[in-house]
């Protein structure tokens, strides 16, 4: 991704000539994605910008209400039978493509099976494997993709099969890889069909543009069922600066923004910064079979040389430090599991590793994408490791798109990740880590783990639930020191004050459809 001031100029060369410079036009906002979509093919999307657009252009059988539950959205109902491990999901006639066509039950079947198939290399394939005889297709078990448990029994009846009852089941279906799909498309554009020019939704809004590197323009899907978008026209650039971002906030430019963390103090009181906490923690990955993190005495070591208190001082934006993975908020989160800042500790364990002082352990390099706050963070940590332990420290940041991949496929020895909700249930978190679990870059691999986050997923006492996750913790953050959290996320954001109807959730979700600017007119 370009940067500099070179691109910075281009930018605002561009946006001049989309708008008069420095107004909103009344009926436009403009936002920043930070970074570009990988990919939005809603199958094989596993980052949160990919994820952020998609929940703009997409939906599928639910989303969330207020209260973060799961209320009817193309399905306007369902029923449970068979003691929790069905599901009948009726459609409603109102849903529709963004081309007008009706959204049939064929579509959902035809995208949960493509998701679930090994030759899709989807990382959230696990998502599903709640349904029946999907881990085993996942897996190449079973070859048949009609032994999946969904089929559609009319146009506008699907029916899920489980494996077992889960009643957090219709929470899974509000997240993207769950969605529809138009199987005529994807087989007949399958290196463009998220293009704008091929692309067909079911949400709020469509794609009308994509200037690769530079921004996306969504307008009003005409064929939404539900409340049309109050906007014409949201515009998510691509600016991966925060310093940027916040200059083009306050020359009018932006109409909201998340200013980088030495702006925060500045701002704080404006009127415009808004903070709250999400359900997110951010960590660094060890991917344990590279040397010299394949050695458990040095992980654990690394894990207790960071003073985590010192963040929020750095960051300047309501982060809680983190020792432990799931977060406040969420059943399952347990402050005193991890391992927390004890430097002599962390030396002794070093020594015992054969590396006293530091001696002898190989440099290490520590991988992240791109962003201010990353390198911000990652300059800290080398800090905390070189003067606590007297270690070797590099850091090598990508694109965004490239650190996907490499993470994906040879993971390096160290690396900053994060992970906000998808679902507000720890199962969510818990399954990262899972053996088969196509987001878990660690490399680790533990039946006991996998059988503690099954029991978990469908233990219907909270307190036996709580036990099996505080298990499971322990064996990822002491036992086998697979990450280190660092700290739970807050969103913390500028928001103009013409600005209605827009807010981050407590998973760090905004949606633009209930949207409107307010420039001394009446609400539409």
């Not at 690396?415 to 998808?422: E, L, M």
């Amino acid at each position: 991704m370009k940067t500099g001031r070179k691109w910075i100029w281009l930018l605002l060369i561009g946006m001049a000539a989309c708008k008069p410079t420095g107004r909103n036009p009344g009926d436009v906002i403009r936002y920043n994605l930070q970074t570009e979509p990988p990919t939005l093919d809603w199958s094989i999307t596993t980052d949160n910008t990919s994820i952020e657009t998609l929940n703009n252009l997409m939906e599928g059988l639910t989303r969330y209400d207020k209260n973060l539950r799961p209320a009817p959205a193309l399905a306007e109902s369902w029923e449970v039978t068979e003691g929790g491990r069905k599901y009948i999901f009726h459609l409603r006639p109102s849903a529709k493509w963004s081309d007008g066509k009706p959204v049939r039950a064929q579509d959902f079947v035809y995208s949960w099976q493509r998701l679930i198939k090994p030759e899709t290399g989807a990382e959230y394939a696990y998502f599903i494997y709640l349904v029946k005889n999907a881990r085993a297709i996942n897996s190449g078990q079973i070859k048949d993709l009609s032994q999946l448990g969904i089929k559609a029994l009319d146009d506008r009846t699907l029916e899920v099969e489980l494996e077992e009852p889960a009643v957090y089941f219709p929470v899974i279906c509000t997240f993207v890889v769950t969605f529809p799909q138009r199987k005529e498309l994807v087989e007949q554009f399958p290196d463009s069909w998220t293009e704008p020019e091929h692309i067909l939704t079911t949400g709020p809004f469509v794609l009308t543009k994509w200037h690769h590197e530079y921004k996306l323009e969504l307008e009003p899907n005409p064929y939404y069922w539900d409340e049309k978008p109050k906007l014409k026209k949201a515009i998510f650039y691509v600016i991966n600066e925060r310093t940027t971002e916040l200059t083009l906030y306050d020359t009018g430019d932006l109409d909201l923004c998340q200013p980088p963390p030495a702006a925060i103090p500045y701002y704080h009181d404006s009127g415009q910064y808004h903070s709250k906490p999400i359900l997110g923690t951010y960590y660094i990955g060890y991917n344990i079979r590279k040397p010299p993190l394949d050695n458990l005495l040095v992980r654990r070591a690394l894990a207790m040389a960071i003073d985590r208190a010192k963040l929020p001082q750095i960051l300047k934006g309501d982060q809680v430090p983190a020792t432990s993975f799931i977060p406040p908020g969420m059943l399952g989160h347990n402050p005193n599991i991890g391992f927390p800042f004890n430097p002599e500790k962390a030396r002794a364990l070093l020594a015992e590793a054969g590396y006293l002082g530091g001696k002898g352990l190989p440099p290490i390099t520590l991988a992240f994408n791109t962003l201010d706050t990353n390198q911000l963070i990652c300059e800290f940590v080398q800090a905390e490791w070189r003067n606590n332990l007297g270690i070797t420290v590099y850091l090598r940041n990508m694109e965004w798109k490239v650190f996907l991949k490499e993470v994906e496929f040879d993971p390096p020895a160290a690396f900053r990740f994060g992970w906000y909700a998808d679902y507000p249930d720890p199962n969510n978190f818990a399954e990262i880590f899972i053996s088969d679990g196509g987001n878990n870059h660690t490399r680790f691999q533990n039946k006991e783990y996998d059988d503690l986050v099954t029991r978990a997923a469908f233990e219907p006492d909270l307190q036996k639930r709580q036990e099996l996750y505080d298990r499971a913790q322990k064996i990822i953050l002491e036992d086998s020191c697979i990450f280190i959290p660092l700290y739970f996320y807050a969103v913390n954001y500028m928001i103009k004050p013409y600005v209605r109807g827009l807010d981050y959730n407590a998973m760090g979700q905004i949606f633009f459809n209930k949207a409107w600017i307010d420039l001394g007119r009446k609400r539409p």
